[in-house]
T-cell receptor, first 113, second 111 residues
Framework: EPEVTQTPSHQVTQMGQEVILRCVPI?????FYWYRQILGQKVEFLVS????????KSEIFDDQFSVERPDGSNFTLKIRSTKLEDSAMYFC???????????FGPGTRLTVT | RKEVEQDPGPFNVPEGATVAFNCTYS??????FFWYRQDCRKEPKLLMS???SGNEDGRFTAQLNRASQYISLLIRDSKLSDSATYLC????????????FGQGTTLQVKP
């Protein structure tokens, strides 16, 4: 069964450093998303992406965040200058149609020290 | 008012019990509704979509009341493997695929 994959599974970085989280969505999917979940809290929407552009972003997704689909398979989330409060699990998701079930990757645990 | 509100629990039930979870949402423009399941430190996985007419999948039954902006999930004959956090999820109103998650309700099924 096709699945969304994410790398790395765990990333530790120092405050102020840049990180890039990588995702490979399911191959025939057209809509891509990033969510985050701070430990003990709910899953929060960050951004949706379709046709090589952002279709919606949340208040969390400020100028420090960017997304890119550099080729036909990868979908990346970059945080330019990490803060302690960016520590969370970051989930990538995708679907073929925006009303369909979203398939989530296993997540990247980001720890900012 | 929270966008999606759930009783966080935990619900501790014996095997074989029937348990019901409730959820309310604030945006009347939401069009899609789901229950996802999340195991500890894992990704959310779709349990079932929720339709206005109500729908059933084996031991699981979901109901939607648009007028009251209320969603429910009923689990019959609980199994140990049902122990997880159940997430009530609704779509945003902007039709971009954005999902809005509730805090989740934790279920612990005991032998």
């Amino acid at each position: 069964e096709p699945e969304v994959t994410q790398t790395p599974s765990h990333q530790v970085t120092q405050m102020g450093q840049e990180v890039i989280l990588r995702c490979v969505p399911i191959s025939n999917h057209l809509y891509f998303y990033w969510y985050r979940q701070i430990l003990g809290q709910k899953v929060e929407f960050l951004v949706s992406f379709y046709n090589n552009e952002i279709s919606e972003k949340s208040e969390i997704f400020d100028d420090q965040f960017s997304v890119e689909r550099p080729d036909g398979s990868n979908f990346t989330l970059k945080i330019r200058s990490t803060k302690l409060e960016d520590s969370a699990m970051y989930f990538c998701a995708s679907n073929r149609d925006r009303a369909d079930e979203q398939y989530f990757g296993p997540g990247t645990r980001l720890t900012v020290t | 008012r929270k966008e999606v509100e759930q009783d966080p629990g935990p619900f501790n039930v014996p095997e074989g019990a029937t348990v019901a979870f409730n959820c309310t949402y604030s945006n009347s423009a939401s069009q899609s509704f789901f229950w996802y399941r999340q195991d500890c430190r894992k990704e959310p996985k779709l349990l079932m979509s929720v339709y206005s007419s109500g729908n059933e999948d084996g031991r699981f039954t979901a109901q939607l009341n648009r007028a009251s902006q209320y969603i429910s999930l009923l689990i019959r004959d609980s199994k140990l493997s049902d122990s997880a956090t159940y997430l009530c999820v609704v779509s945003g109103s902007s039709n971009t695929g954005k999902l809005i998650f509730g805090q989740g309700t934790t279920l612990q099924v005991k032998p």
